[in-house]
């Protein structure tokens, strides 16, 4: 009896549950179903519209739209426009909770992979496919909220980096895709956003970055970098090779020969430089005319080795050949009216007692014959289209030079490769050297230097000199001496002078006091050393002898002209202090002077008492040197 009850509650126990758990299974698939229906629903926002140029890599099943990594959107379908068969309308939707992101000014772009010198990236894609990255017009949440909504947009075949200008280069051929870098001097400065086909030509959309944008104007003419280019001519054989990475990836360059601000909308894309320099060979030249023979329509014009022009045509008349050339734009800033041509010697050769100067053309103008130029003055114009011939250029000194004659007593170390300086600039060259009563030295100076010679000029000369210090002008030993000018400018002209000194000190054609200094030792004082005045530099020590029974050494004092009337009658010199050390119970004490009076000693010079009652010190007063006082 009792296990026959058992089993009845055990029976009814298991009906009980079965009835609950037919009751659970619906409850958990209605939650599960609404949790379906609300996720469902809360995906669903804008539906957009994407218009691509190229969609390879997208694909409905597999694309879809993100946002710095996160999923935001799905593609609906991929269809081609009705009106142009080269554009795709991508249709997307963007899930409601980021409706925020997609308004005006979103920028869309397909991100594929990419493996080029350029960049490496998106390698993920190939296994997953591509998707499209939206970049929002600001990161200012309040901004973006007051955004006008925009539900159809341009998508970009790769992310738009970096801002600059925008404009269209057309071109026959589709040699470039959007690796492709714009250079300046090797330098990146813009790149390839878009590439698409208008009927029988290829339009490239280039962006130029803004701080580079200024290197473009309405006359910038555009080509195409060649991997490989080989010149072969009579002139000379050229190879150029530009870097691997432009090899591979393919480059546009440009030229800009005049700056402006004004940029246009489209430009051409040449097939190489060679092709804007032929176009454009009319207008980029200042073309000129010689009086001249001894030229032909082969010869090529070079400045300083380098070719800047060419000889174009030769016509002949009875007496005197018309020579037409021109100067490449570049180099049109070496002319001016000033400027004269001479035919460029392939060997020119001078004897004198001197020895032999030979001096060699470079190599091409050796094989192919040159014309060259000078322009001596350089404050001039350029207005001229004649210009002036010489067959020798020594032709131009001779008649454009003035020749002043130097009288010397002395034997001096004079040679025809001794020059004229006037500030370290050589001005003027030894054209004769004759003896009659006393040396005469003829020297040739362009008639440019005519107006510093004045009555008050004068000329000295200056040689290898030799101190305990150091050795100077070494060169002079072989070379000769040179004559120096000082400069008159306010008195009229002279033509002829005597040498005023022979390698004078270093104060001699300098204005101020000179006076002796008397010392029983030379000990931290040279010639050179500076003099000082409460610790500032007023003079220097220009020359130094020793007494005639040797007992003291007399110094050379030059104090500046700014500074003379700080020296008194009263003053006291003593040495500039170097390094002093007083040693004592309590410790060291260690004083030291300014570097210059370490490295050169020096003296200084101090005055006691009213300074306004003291005298002035006049011209070769003598001032004994004194002992610091301890």
Not at 47 to 62: A, M, S
Not at 175 to 187: A, E, H, M, Q, V
Not at 245 to 272: E, R
Not at 580 to 595: L, P, T
Request: aromatic fraction near 10%; glycine fraction near 6%; charge should be positive.
């Amino acid at each position: 009896m009792g296990e026959e009850l058992n089993m009845s509650l055990a029976v009814t126990k298991r009906k009980k549950s079965i009835i609950i758990l037919a009751w659970i299974a619906p409850i958990i698939a209605i939650i599960i179903s609404v949790s379906m229906v609300y996720e469902h629903y809360t995906k669903i926002g804008n539906e957009i519209e994407i218009r691509f140029h190229d969609i390879n890599g997208l694909d409905v099943r597999q694309s879809h739209i993100q946002y710095n990594g996160l999923h935001i959107g799905d593609l609906n379908s991929i269809e081609i426009d009705d009106k142009n068969i080269n554009q795709f309308i991508v249709k997307a939707t963007i899930y409601s909770q980021y409706n925020y992101l997609v308004k005006e000014g979103t920028m869309f772009y397909k991100v594929s992979p990419q493996l080029s010198l350029k960049e490496v990236s998106a390698l993920s894609n190939i296994l997953k496919g591509n998707y499209i990255e939206i970049v929002p017009a600001t990161t200012n949440l309040v901004k973006l909220q007051k955004l006008k909504k925009q539900t159809i947009f341009k998508g970009y075949d790769t992310k738009p980096s970096k801002k600059g200008v925008v404009f269209t280069i057309t071109s026959d051929k589709g040699d470039f895709d959007l690796t492709s870098t714009i250079l300046y001097k090797g330098l990146p400065i813009g790149e390839i956003v878009e590439k698409s086909i208008d009927q029988f030509t290829i339009k490239y959309k280039v962006l130029i970055y803004d701080k580079y944008k200024y290197l473009i104007s309405s006359k910038t003419k555009f080509y195409k970098i060649n991997p490989l280019e080989l010149k072969a001519s009579l002139e000379e054989i050229n190879l150029k090779i530009p870097s691997i990475k432009t090899m591979i990836s393919s480059a546009i360059g440009f030229v800009t020969p005049q700056h402006d601000k004004n940029i246009q909308k489209s430009y051409q894309l040449y097939n190489s430089k060679d092709d804007i320099d032929l176009l454009h060979s009319y207008t980029n030249h200042y073309k000129f005319k010689l009086l001249a023979n001894n030229i032909s329509d082969t010869d090529t014009i070079y400045y300083k080795g380098v070719k800047v022009g060419k000889i174009d045509k030769v016509t002949i008349q009875k007496n005197q050949n018309i020579v037409y050339g021109h100067i490449k734009n570049d180099f049109k800033h070496l002319l001016n009216n000033s400027s004269v041509f001479y035919k460029q010697k392939a060997i020119s050769s001078k004897i004198s007692p001197d020895g032999i100067e030979v001096e060699l053309s470079n190599l091409k103008e050796l094989l192919l014959g040159g014309v060259t130029f000078i322009t001596p003055e350089d404050n001039k114009k350029l207005s001229s289209k004649v210009f002036t011939f010489y067959d020798d250029i020594e032709q131009y000194y001779e008649k454009n030079m003035f020749t002043i004659s130097v009288f010397i007593n002395d034997d001096c170390n004079i040679k025809k490769s001794s020059v004229l300086l006037y500030k370290n600039i050589e001005i003027g060259k030894v054209k004769q050297i004759s003896l009659n009563k006393n040396i005469k030295v003829d020297i040739q100076i362009q008639n440019r230097y005519k107006y510093l010679f004045g009555k008050n000029a004068k000329i000295y000369l200056e040689g290898m000199k030799i101190s305990l210090e150091k050795i100077e002008n070494i060169a002079t030993t072989v070379l000769g001496d040179n004559f120096n000018l000082i400069a008159d400018t306010n008195n009229g002209y002279n033509s002829q002078y005597r040498l005023d000194s022979i390698n004078p000190d270093s104060t001699y054609y300098k204005e101020g006091l000179r006076v002796l200094l008397k010392a029983k030792e030379s000990k931290n004082i040279t010639v050179g050393s500076p003099i000082y005045y409460k610790g500032f530099e007023v003079g220097e020590i220009y020359d130094a002898d020793l007494t005639q029974n040797g007992e003291f050494v007399i110094f050379k004092l030059f104090i500046k002209k700014q500074y003379a009337n700080i020296l008194k009658m009263q003053s006291k010199f003593y040495k500039a202090t170097t390094i002093d050390m007083e040693v004592g119970v309590f410790g060291a004490k260690i004083k030291f002077g300014s570097a210059k009076s370490i490295l050169k000693g020096g003296i200084t010079f101090k005055n006691e008492g009213d300074i306004k009652l003291l005298q002035n010190a006049t011209k070769g007063m003598v001032f004994p040197l004194l002992n610091q006082k301890k």
